[in-house]
């Protein structure tokens, strides 16, 4: 089965812009979850998707928004782009949200 | 306190030797457990998945779970300078979002 990817690999924007990202999850996972990851605070959960509807959210500004399509992929959209926002973005499939987790490559979003 | 520590390291070891890494929780609610490896500027690889208390084992690793102390370990067994990387501990209630530890780097000298 083909891993979880995630487009873009590398992204470079400029602070009030805003963002879009893309995961594509494992065939037949129906969760997908959004983390942040910063040197400073680790592995942060955004957001998780099952069947198209959020069921958890962590703790980020109304900024951070995401959806699901039927097909189980995944967008996370950033608005209004801040410094403090560079990391690296994960997204995480699972089939069914209860339990391991597995991880695409990562989005590496630099804000200037 | 946080809710799941892990000591950040760096831990530095001779290749064949057997690496010990832990975290500890503060959440009893806590079921099901994970070991990720992380290489530099990849995403996290998925090592071992334990539910509840016990070990497993896969190959060069063991993971154990003590829930009564609330203490996690990852041994690997005859590392390789492959294995360099740094290595998280993760673990959710159920159908909750992963909590991860900070991660602790690994580096293992041939």
């Known amino acids: 089965k083909a891993g979880v990817t995630q487009t873009p690999r590398y992204l470079i924007k400029t602070r009030g812009q805003q963002v879009t990202l893309s995961c594509s999850p494992i065939?037949?996972?129906?969760?997908v979850s959004w983390y942040q990851q910063t040197p400073g605070q680790g592995l942060q959960f955004l957001f998780e998707?099952?069947?198209?509807?959020?069921?958890n959210k962590g703790n980020f500004p109304g900024r951070f928004s995401g959806r699901q399509f039927s097909n189980s992929r995944s967008e996370m959209n950033v608005s209004t782009l801040e410094l403090g926002d560079s990391a690296l973005y994960l997204c995480?499939?699972?089939?069914?949200?209860?339990?391991?987790?597995?991880f695409g490559p990562g989005t590496r979003l630099t804000v200037t | 306190q946080k809710e799941v520590e892990q000591d950040p390291g760096p831990l530095s070891v001779p290749e064949g030797a057997i690496v010990s890494l832990n975290c500890t929780y503060s959440n009893s609610a806590f079921q099901y457990f994970m070991w990720y490896r992380q290489y530099s500027r990849k995403g996290p690889e998925l090592l071992m998945y334990t539910y509840s208390s016990g070990n497993k084992e896969d190959g060069r690793f063991t993971a154990q779970v003590d829930k009564s102390s609330k203490y996690i370990s990852l041994f690997i067994r005859d590392s390789q300078p492959s294995d360099s990387a740094t290595y998280l501990c993760a673990m959710s209630e159920g159908n909750t979002p992963l909590v991860f530890g900070k991660g602790t780097r690994l580096s293992v000298i041939a």
């Open positions: 995480a499939s699972s089939p069914t949200g209860v339990g391991e987790q597995y």
């Open positions: 065939s037949g996972h129906r969760s």
């Open positions: 998707y099952f069947s198209e509807t959020q069921r």
